[in-house]
T-cell receptor, first 109, second 114 residues
């Protein structure tokens, strides 16, 4: 079992739809990151969370430490949101970052 | 603008050949990292460096080597000992590995075997 899992693996949505991507983890963490990987390969950090909720524009990230679960929501999705979204956790025991396998999102006009 | 520059974007390796991937950052970050990305898998850490002239093996260091002679530069050499080098390689940096700071990433280098 992977230490960081994401669902769904692939997601296709119509423009304007509300999108949720889930991340669950099995280790103790000090922080969780949501990253966006563009089709060309470059990665951008979207959020770093250790508790609660953060919002930036149309993106919302939440984390439930007790349930070891985080969600990334995209409101009013747009084709430019098409990318791979990666969840990564900063694990406390060995002070290392563990990456999830990513969720590939395609938003159709 | 500050950032991480990786070059080349695409690289081809012949059998038995060593190749070096470049990573340069102007963010004044202490820590730098090399990751390997394979389809359907999370990024895996190859090597990392927390300070000049010091580096540590990550989870999949076999067949790779690095150097950190300057704070700005952290080149990765894929040696002929790496039998399955075809992958996407990402370089990253952070202010310090000890604190949970967001990492900055380069645009990656895609390595293929001829």
């Amino acid at each position: 079992k992977n230490e960081v899992e994401q669902s769904p693996q692939n997601l296709t949505a119509q423009e304007g739809e509300f999108i949720t991507i889930n991340c669950s983890y099995s280790v103790g963490i000090s922080a969780l990151h949501w990253l966006q990987q563009h089709p060309g390969g470059g990665i951008v950090s979207l959020f770093m969370l250790s508790s609660g909720k953060k919002k930036h524009g149309r993106l919302i990230a939440t984390i439930n430490i007790q349930e070891k679960h985080s969600s990334l929501h995209i409101t009013a999705s747009h084709p430019r949101d098409s990318a791979v979204y990666i969840c990564a956790v900063k694990e406390t025991s060995y002070d290392k970052v563990i990456f999830g396998p990513g969720t590939s999102l395609s938003v159709i006009p | 603008d500050g950032g991480i520059t990786q070059s080349p974007k695409y690289l081809f390796r012949k059998e038995g050949q060593n190749v070096t991937l470049s990573c340069e950052q102007n963010l004044n970050h202490d820590a730098m990292y090399w990751y390997r990305q394979d389809p359907g898998q999370g990024l895996r850490l190859i090597y990392y460096s927390q300070i000049v002239n010091d580096f540590q093996k990550g989870d999949i260091a076999e067949g790779y080597s690095v150097s950190r002679e300057k704070k700005e530069s952290f080149p990765l050499t894929v040696t002929s000992a790496q039998k399955n080098p075809t992958a996407f390689y990402l370089c990253a940096s952070s202010i310090s590995q000890g604190s949970p700071q967001p990492q900055h990433f380069g645009d990656g280098t895609r390595l293929s075997i001829l």
